[in-house]
């Protein structure tokens, strides 16, 4: 009987975002095999703060540079080839989006106006932290 993976591997990444015409929108891209859509996020590099590490993730998937909260939004767990993550979750600003970056192959990116983003994540855990991102916006959107 085989002894079950209790190890937990911590990861970051952040909820970039942007306000586009007033409206607040937030960058979601896809998993490597181009399945589902989530937040850029990845193993914390050794030397780097989770936050910084998160920003790393961001301009490596996304290819988006900007300003990342150091407080963390929240975080949730997954599991994925029976190992168990937990991810650290932050906000980055984005100042800048490159058409040239690590990933650009890799992955599909996407803006999405808040709703547009909560209906696509399928991840309940990553929807949660989300919402309440946008209740402490002033471009609250209301998920009536």
């Given at each position: 009987?085989g002894?079950?993976?209790k190890k937990?591997?911590?990861?970051?990444?952040?909820?970039?975002?942007?306000?586009?015409?007033?409206?607040?929108?937030?960058?979601?891209?896809?998993?490597?095999?181009?399945?589902?859509?989530?937040?850029?996020?990845g193993?914390i590099c050794k030397?780097?703060?989770p936050?910084?590490?998160?920003?790393?993730?961001?301009?490596?998937?996304?290819?988006?540079v900007?300003?990342?909260?150091?407080?963390?939004?929240?975080?949730?767990?997954?599991?994925?080839?029976?190992?168990?993550?937990?991810?650290?979750?932050?906000t980055?600003?984005?100042?800048?989006?490159?058409?040239?970056?690590?990933?650009?192959t890799?992955?599909?990116?996407?803006?999405?106006d808040?709703?547009?983003?909560v209906?696509?994540?399928k991840?309940?855990?990553l929807k949660r932290?989300?919402?309440?991102f946008?209740?402490?916006?002033p471009y609250?959107?209301?998920?009536?």
């Amino acid at each position: 009987m085989g002894q079950k993976n209790k190890k937990v591997l911590t990861q970051s990444g952040v909820l970039p975002y942007r306000i586009d015409n007033g409206k607040l929108e937030v960058l979601l891209v896809t998993t490597s095999n181009r399945k589902n859509w989530l937040i850029p996020k990845g193993g914390i590099c050794k030397g780097m703060s989770p936050p910084i590490s998160a920003a790393k993730e961001a301009w490596e998937e996304a290819g988006v540079v900007g300003q990342v909260n150091t407080n963390v939004l929240g975080s949730y767990r997954y599991r994925k080839r029976g190992k168990n993550h937990k991810v650290k979750l932050y906000t980055l600003f984005v100042e800048q989006v490159s058409d040239n970056y690590p990933e650009v192959t890799q992955r599909k990116r996407q803006w999405l106006d808040a709703r547009e983003a909560v209906r696509v994540i399928k991840r309940n855990s990553l929807k949660r932290i989300l919402k309440q991102f946008l209740k402490t916006q002033p471009y609250y959107c209301d998920f009536r």
